[in-house]
Each structure stands twice: as C-alpha cells, then as structure tokens.
C-alpha cells in the first residue's frame, strides 16, 4: 500500500479479489496502522454526545422523550455534506502550507472536539440542560468535519483494492475508542464517584473527571496526524472567480456521481439512505434500556462497552477479510440480513429483566453484525467515490446514511414511552426489511467505471 498513490476508484463488484494470505498481510502496512490511530480519534466523539451522554442524561434524571429528541445533536453528522466542500477545496491560514489540506482540516477538527468536549465536562445538566447540549453540538461539528478530512485521506491512502483493509483498520481504532468512550468513561465516572451507591447516583464531579479524561484521548489523533505524510495532492482546475470556485467545489462533485451512475444513482444514494437504519434508530435507546433495566455502570461497561465492542472488532476483522475475498456484495447483504435479525434478540431481552448471562449472548451477536456490515458497508462506499472529490463525495454518501436513520431515531423515546421496549426493538428490526431489496437490487446493476 502506497501513501502516495492515488488511482481513480473502481466499483466495488470490480475489485480483484485478493488470496486469503495476502488479504491478510495488508494489515501490517503502514497505513493500516495509522488508520487504526485516526480510526481511534473519529470515533471517540461519537459516543460522547449520542450513548454515553444518553447514559449520562437518563442517569441525571432526564425522561426518555427528552433524550430521544437530543440524539437530534448527531444530524450535524449528516448535514455534513454542506460544508464538505470547504474542506475538500478551501486552504487554512497558516495550518495548509505546513501540514497539506488533509492535515490542516484534521487537526482543526480534533482541536474543536476538544474544546467542546471541556465545556460538557464543566458543565452539569443537572443545573442547566442547554448549554451542554450546545457544547455536545460543538463537539458533533467537530466530529463530524473530522470524518470529512479523514474519510478523504484514507480514499486517498491507497488504492480501492485496498480500501477493505483500510476500512477494517478504521474501524477497529473507531472500536478501541468507543470502548473507551463508552466503558472507559463509565469506569472512570464510577471509580471518581463517592458513597455506597456511587455506581448508580448521579455525580456530577465523577462525570466531570470523566469526561476531562475523554477530550485528553483526543492527543491519539493529534500525535497522528502530526507525524503522518500528506497524500499525494490532486491538481484541481483553477478558478478565476467565485462562480467558478463554487462549481467546481459545490456543484461537480455530485454532478460528476450523477454522470457516472446515471438512473443507477437513485438507487445507489437509496440504499445508502437506508443500510443501517435498524442499528441506528435502536441504539439511541439502548443505553436508557440498560439504566431501565437495572444494569450498573460496571455491567454496562464490561458487558456492552468492552466484550461488546470486541466482537465488534471481530465483525469488522471478518467482514474486511470477507468483503475482498468474496466481494463487497455479498457481505453487504450478509451484514444487513444479521443486523436486522439481532434487533430481534433486544426484544426478548426486553422480556428477561435484569439477566446479565443472556445481555452478553444478545451483545455478542449484535455487535458481531454490526462489525461485518459496517466493514462491508465503508469499502462499499469508498468504491463508488471519485478521488478527484473524495472529501465532498463521500460526505454525501456518510450524511445520507445517517440523515434519515437520526431523524427517525429522535421519536424513539417517544415510542418506547407509549409502547415499551420490546414493541420498539421489534420494529426495528422490521425497518431493515426494505433493507435487502435495495441489497439485491444494487448487486444487479453493474456501475460505470469513473471518468
């Protein structure tokens, strides 16, 4: 793999498929380590403002309904295609010339999401809700312009024969920071509280250390991206005024998709929409399930935040491997036929109370789904983006796989309100069965090669 290559893409049903010995070796290059490190910074944010803080909020007192509403904080990651643009084509005083476009935008990102994530910590939503749902915003922003540099520079890292492996690297440094953000902050909040209910009340300060120690966590992504090489600069057309800029960084980067997949497009962005709509609309209630069902923090984080995210890992390891000996195709569908029957298991958990055996049997395999299908499911959308507009092409692609599932998983609260837990894991479960056609449907069509 070769920091400094960077062919067009191809589809992800043309890639050659690898030996098994080889599909294994790309794991020890150096790309693949350093995408396990920026992996790391990406997803720490994420739990942050969406599980962690719903564990946090439910735990604080705040009602399901409110939560559910707040989980709207993670749109910023699918509105992220309206300023992808900037990031792809603008310069940054100063940070450009010495660190490339690439890094500049990364360290200004992960430089916001610490700063936001200070501002959660200070701040109790006990005393005053708002300003740390302002904060989680800031912190979301970051988050989320961080994903639309770093999304570029690995598309950018190598070519899409590689881009499997890449994205199985990615995602394991995006698991090893959500156990951290999700077990590791509750552990720390559960040793820094105080008294003989310390690992079920709520305190304020032990939260606060916590969350200090998170933004710290951020110095895994900063320390990277100082000492990694840009990626090779593509030449972009000069602009001689803000008409021309504005085309070239707006408008051609979704019309250029447009030309290349022509009708194929509609369907391509539809599935897109929808691939992981079970997962996403169920987790925003899953950590208030387990603060329901009367889960400690040192449960939670053991069983959920830590063996969980190691099948995760697994998943991801599997579906990396799968996806380019196989092809993306089939994972995909894999992937979406497990995610959608796991939800299933929420729902009789819904049924077993406080059953600490039977949360790590239905952690197990959920996580082991999610790790296959959102392997297959990145090298899948990294096959379908230009490098020409990676920044900008493949924000659409990550907003639009986010804007629908966040918008729908803000009623959550609601619906579990007015029909319990086991109805809604249910219907969760039932949301991916559109899922599959638009799989099945995609797997037909054979897309144009890029121009």
């Known amino acids: 793999m070769n920091d400094t290559t960077s062919p067009a893409p191809t589809s992800p049903n043309a890639v050659k498929k690898l030996g098994w010995l080889a599909a ?16 790391f910074s990406a997803g720490l944010p994420l739990l942050l403002v969406l599980g962690t803080l719903s564990f946090r909020l439910r735990e604080a007192g705040v009602d399901r309904s409110t939560i559910g509403f707040l989980s709207w904080v993670g749109l910023a990651y699918g509105f992220k295609w309206v300023w992808s643009p900037l990031v792809d084509r603008l310069p940054l005083p100063l940070l450009t010339r010495g ?52 999304d570029a520079f690995r598309i950018e890292s190598a070519d899409a024969q590689h881009q499997a492996a890449l994205a199985a690297t990615y995602q394991t ?29 709520y305190q304020h300060a032990a939260w606060q250390t916590a969350y200090l120690v998170m933004a710290a966590s951020m110095s895994v992504g900063v320390l990277t991206v100082l000492l990694s090489p840009e990626p090779a600069q593509r030449d972009m057309p000069p602009a001689h005024n803000a008409r021309e800029w504005l085309r070239g960084a707006l408008i051609e980067p979704f019309a250029e998709f447009i030309r290349r997949y022509r009708w194929q497009a509609a369907l391509i962005l539809g599935l897109i929409a929808v ?22 923090k040192d449960e939670v984080a053991a069983v959920t935040k830590v063996f969980g995210v190691i099948m995760t890992l697994a998943g991801a390891f599997i579906g990396g491997v799968l996806s380019m000996r196989l092809g993306v195709m089939r994972i995909l569908m894999l992937g979406a036929v497990l995610s959608a029957l796991t939800n299933l298991l929420f729902a009789w958990l819904a049924t077993r109370g406080h059953d600490l055996t039977a949360l790590i049997w239905v952690i197990s395999a959920d996580n082991l789904a999610s790790g296959i299908a959102s392997a297959a499911f990145i090298a899948y959308l990294s096959g379908l983006t230009n490098v020409n507009y990676s920044a900008t092409q493949y924000a659409l692609f990550s907003s639009m796989m986010l804007l629908a599932p ?16 086991e109805a809604f894991f249910t219907s ?13 449907l995609a797997s037909r069509v054979l897309p144009h090669q890029p121009r």
């Open 24 to 39: 294994l070796h790309v794991y020890l290059e150096p790309a693949s380590w350093r995408m396990l490190c920026l992996g």
């Open 99 to 150: 660190l490339g476009r690439r890094r500049s935008w990364l360290l200004l990102a992960q430089t916001t999401v610490v700063a936001g994530l200070v501002g959660m910590a200070v701040l109790d939503p006990q005393v005053a809700l708002e300003p740390v749902v302002w904060c989680a915003l800031v912190v979301a922003f970051g988050s989320a312009t961080q994903d639309i540099a770093l």
């Open 173 to 201: 440094g995006y698991r090893l920071a959500m156990i951290w953000a999700g077990a590791g902050v509750l552990w720390i909040a559960a040793r820094a509280a105080t008294g003989p209910d310390a690992d079920t009340s």
């Open 275 to 296: 691939y992981r709509i079970s997962d996403v609309v169920m987790g925003i209630m899953a950590n208030p399930f387990y603060v329901d069902m009367g889960y400690t």
């Open 406 to 421: 966040k918008w729908l998983a803000g009623f959550s609260g609601v619906y579990v309100d007015a029909h319990g837990y």
């Open 428 to 440: 969760t479960a039932l949301l991916g069965a559109p899922v599959l056609v638009l799989v099945w």
